[in-house]
């Protein structure tokens, strides 16, 4: 098969335009496409699965250990002919500066695949070369099989640049992309989801792999991207011993929609009943749940609509009161507080579980991986427990932790943050089931407690 990582030099390169262009025009030729993303991003791979109708999924090698990053892949790669796995940043670019680790690098590694790297052309000749150059030597591991060269002024410039890596670097350039080739993508945040789930970037699609066409070769790209397949003979997520169901309520829509893939498949190996649920349509949890879930995703672009939908609302607060092991995790959390104020300064009434407002801003409020560890009253991660995960917002609580829910580590700074109350567990950090599957037990083990007498 084929299986190869798109690395870039930096951010803004291109990586994501290269990546599902390449997808749409690999599956024009009768491919089937399975999409990862390095690191722990929820955009990108909402194009990969647009685009490729298969789940995209995350391989972390901070968030997850070496052994599941290889079973994810083995495991969604199983069907496809091509496996293509966006890089995250530049190519060494990861938890520290000092190692690959949580890198497009060490993902390449682990995975044994070849890379793809993308450079940024633009104002260069052959320099461009020793930019290459300085990436292959890096690192004696790297394994960059060819070069994919963006915003080039011509195909004369191409010519140049082509000539130069190639007898510098002794690996061949694939393709490039002229400057103004394809519209910039899409709006990133604003509407994306919703833009997608209505197939309003089709056209897009369709235009950005036209235009690879064009300027890459895609023969050159399969002929140099050979890998063997990835042998996993027992995972995390294998189908557990065989125990009574847990249905848990699952609030998944335009508004709610950070998951990771792997999280539900983990629940489900543990025997949980995955019900989704929409709070954007008005919808309450299902009778059946004995536990929920609240993701992440854009509630501030909502606000108006959930502010209103009093059903949702209603259910969502009776189901935490009756004791429903709960987790809200960054939007879900924002949902949960007495009202979310966007940037023009506009109150919207929440869900009102959880005393205090968050306030939108235009400034990053959070970004980074987080280590976790559990506090005493938490049934998810219990105290004393580790987890890893990471936090990426623009929105400020104004209220107080008096019953913080874990202790929180990251780079630049270590407290304890979150909220609990009953059985919810709520904060801005997005946990990974992968990094520590003991919470998948923890959470079945806290909903059958409580409802031991649902089926």
């Known amino acids: 098969m084929n299986r190869f990582v798109l690395a870039g030099t930096g951010s803004g390169v291109g990586k994501t335009t290269f990546t599902i262009g390449m997808m749409r025009a690999l599956m024009k030729r009768g491919f089937n496409v399975q999409g990862f993303k390095c690191g722990p991003d929820y955009i990108d791979p909402t194009y990969h699965t647009a685009v490729t ?25 199983g069907e496809a002919n091509i496996a293509m796995i966006e890089g995250v940043m ?26 793809i790297l993308i450079v940024n052309g633009a104002s260069m000749a052959r320099s461009v070369a020793a930019v290459v150059k300085g990436f292959q030597l890096l690192d004696e591991k790297s394994n960059i099989v060819g070069v994919l060269v963006n915003q080039l002024g011509s195909r004369s410039h191409y010519e140049i640049v082509k000539t130069a890596i190639e007898k510098e670097c002794g690996i061949p350039v694939v393709g490039y992309l002229q400057k103004g080739a394809v519209d910039p993508l899409p709006s990133r945040h604003l509407g994306l989801v919703p833009a997608i789930e209505r197939g309003d970037l089709d056209d897009y699609f369709a235009r950005l792999a036209e235009a ?45 929609n950070f998951y990771y893939e792997e999280n539900f498949e983990l629940l489900r190996a543990y025997g949980a009943k995955l019900h989704f649920f929409s709070p954007l349509q008005n919808e309450v949890v299902p009778d059946v749940a004995q536990a929920l879930y609240i993701g992440g995703g ?8 959930l502010a209103e939908n009093e059903a949702t609302k209603r259910s969502i607060r009776f189901a935490i ?63 004393g427990e580790t987890a890893k995960g990471h936090e990426f917002h623009y929105s400020q609580y104004e209220g107080e932790y008096t019953t913080p829910a874990y202790f929180n580590k990251g780079r630049f700074r270590a407290r304890q943050e979150g909220y609990l109350y009953k059985n919810l567990v709520a ?7 992968a990094s520590n599957p003991k919470l998948v037990e923890n959470w079945l083990t806290a909903s059958h407690s409580k409802f031991s007498n649902i089926n």
């Open 212 to 256: 690879i066409e064009e300027t890459v070769d895609l023969e050159l790209l399969l002929k140099i991207t050979k890998a063997e397949p990835i042998e996993v003979f027992s995972s995390i997520f294998d189908a557990q011993t065989e125990r009574k169901p847990v249905h848990i309520a699952v609030a998944k829509d335009s508004a709610f």
């Open 90 to 115: 530049g190519f060494y670019d990861g938890k520290s500066p000092l190692s690959n680790e949580g890198s497009a690098a060490h993902i390449s590694e682990i995975t044994e695949s070849p890379v």
């Open 298 to 305: 854009f509630p501030e672009e909502f606000a108006a609509r």
């Open 427 to 433: 904060g801005y950090t997005h946990f990974h089931f």
């Open 321 to 383: 009161e009756s004791g429903l092991p709960t987790l809200a995790e960054c939007g879900g959390f924002m949902y949960l507080t007495e009202e979310i104020i966007n940037r023009s300064g506009e109150p919207y009434s929440m869900v009102g579980v959880i005393p205090g407002r968050v306030r939108m801003q235009e400034k990053l409020a959070a970004l980074g991986y987080r280590e976790i560890t559990g506090l005493a009253g938490n049934f998810l991660i219990g105290e």
């Open 53 to 77: 109708k298969r789940p995209s999924r995350n391989i972390d090698s901070f968030m997850m250990s070496a052994e599941v990053v290889r079973a994810i892949v083995a495991r969604a790669s």
